[in-house]
């Protein structure tokens, strides 16, 4: 069994702010671990990928996320906000056991103010 | 490179009616998804097929039924819709299952009335 827990349903920061949302995850397997971006009224787009490959994981539009096994945690970080990083982020898990489907935590809207 | 096709994007039903939502992707993916996403609820894997011919149940597969007749094609079916039925339904593919990233479609928004 997996499951994802995603810590705030809603994250405010100020244009240039550091953002943070946090995200730990439950499996009874080694981990995949997937940070999608939602833009308001689109579908959901990968930003980065854990595949065991690397701890640190560097996405696009600057976003990065760390894979911490002792703490079950893959948070998602970037050094400054945009106002063009306002959107709804999901952090998903899979496993490479049987006919593994992601499973997706209940998301994080992060709001960017100038 | 259209990706991931859903059709409709937007349907408005009365209880009991039935419809067919149709996802269409042309990566020549195995793997084919249906979630449906709820305000504070994340997506919910509703069924899903890791090839043609074959379907899975999901998270939340009740009242639905679906198909993949064709490599391609992925239909959802609602053979009698209920007001708890409204939702946003997205499709995904993907080329396989775990490591793999999924592909989603723009969403359907379904209302049941």
């Known amino acids: 069994a997996q499951s994802v827990t995603q810590l705030g349903s809603h994250v405010s920061v100020s244009e240039g702010a550091l953002v943070l949302l946090r995200c730990n995850y439950s499996s009874s397997v080694p981990p995949y671990l997937f940070w999608y971006v939602q833009y308001p009224n689109q579908g959901l787009q990968l930003l980065l990928k854990?595949?065991?490959?690397?701890?640190l994981v560097k996405g696009i539009n600057g976003f990065e996320a760390e894979f911490k096994k002792s703490e079950t945690s893959f948070h998602l970080t970037k050094p400054s906000a945009h106002m063009s990083d306002a959107a709804e982020y999901f952090c998903?898990?899979?496993?490479?056991?049987?006919?593994?489907?992601?499973?997706f935590g209940k998301g994080t809207m992060l709001l960017v103010s100038p | 490179n259209a990706g991931v096709t859903q059709t409709p994007k937007f349907r408005v039903l009365k209880t009991g009616q039935s419809m067919t939502l149709l996802c269409a992707q042309d990566?020549?993916?195995?793997?084919m998804y249906w979630y449906r996403q709820d305000p504070g609820m994340g997506l919910r894997l509703i069924h899903y097929s890791v090839g043609e011919g074959t379907t899975a149940k999901g998270e939340v597969p009740d009242g639905y039924n679906v198909s993949r007749l064709k490599k391609q094609n992925f239909l959802l079916g609602l053979e009698s819709a209920a007001p708890s039925q409204t939702s946003v339904y997205f499709c995904?593919?993907?080329?396989?299952?775990?490591?793999?990233?999924?592909?989603f479609g723009q969403g359907t928004r379904l209302t049941v009335v």
């Open positions: 854990y595949t065991s490959a690397a701890t």
């Open positions: 998903a898990v899979s496993s490479n056991s049987g006919y593994s489907t992601l499973t």
């Open positions: 995904a593919s993907s080329s396989g299952g775990g490591i793999s990233e999924a592909f």
């Open positions: 990566m020549n993916h195995e793997y």
